[in-house]
């Protein structure tokens, strides 16, 4: 006889986080209704690049957020590296942002990349998300996905060292590849 597989809800996992079933130095999203444990953070050299390169070029005209989750829907909480919301006054006290505040978002993929593209690239999709960008440290590549349509992008551009990009929310910002990539740390 095969069980049912439980699946877990935001509400659940927000419960479970406040119960402390959940170490501090767990990093878990939900995908799917799935609890997942993300990889180490090898990659927070970029993460801290792209929140002081976005903190600096957009100011009070966005919310950079880091590593913190976005509630797509009722089985999907996943948690981007780098999400650029929409500003709010109450930097939302008064309730989470949902995918129509998201202006575009960052994940850095070391070990992850076949997750964020396949699992969680079309979920970002579905829910409206108008700009995802992939940090591919492998291949040492930005993957940059516009223009969703239904669980898919209709256009990707890939960036390589010595390219610019400027996400769509903020044409006139322009940020160079090796600024948010960096080289290999030496540690």
Not at 153 to 170: E, H, K, V, W
Not at 179 to 184: A, F, K, M, Q
Request: net charge negative; proline share 8%; glycine share 6%.
């Amino acid at each position: 006889m095969e069980s049912a597989r439980k699946l877990f809800t935001t509400d659940d996992v927000l419960k479970m986080a406040e119960a402390g079933l959940f170490g501090p130095e767990e990093r878990i999203e939900l995908i799917d209704g799935e609890i997942l444990e993300m990889s180490p953070v090898r990659h927070v050299i970029c993460v801290n690049r792209a929140t002081a390169f976005f903190g600096e070029a957009f100011g009070r005209a966005a919310i950079v957020s880091i590593q913190n989750p976005v509630h797509l829907n009722i089985y999907n909480m996943p948690q981007p590296d780098v999400v650029v919301f929409k500003p709010r006054a109450d930097f939302y006290a008064s309730g989470p942002p949902t995918p129509a505040d998201v202006l575009f978002l960052i994940e850095v993929s070391d070990s992850t990349l076949r997750r964020d593209r396949n699992i969680k690239l079309p979920r970002f999709a579905l829910s409206g998300i108008p700009e995802v960008w992939i940090e591919d440290l492998k291949h040492d590549l930005i993957l940059v996905y516009r223009e969703p349509e239904g669980s898919q992008y209709r256009t990707q551009s890939t960036f390589r060292r010595g390219d610019s990009i400027s996400p769509l929310a903020f044409p006139k910002s322009t940020f160079q590849f090796d600024d948010l990539i960096g080289e290999e740390p030496s540690y």
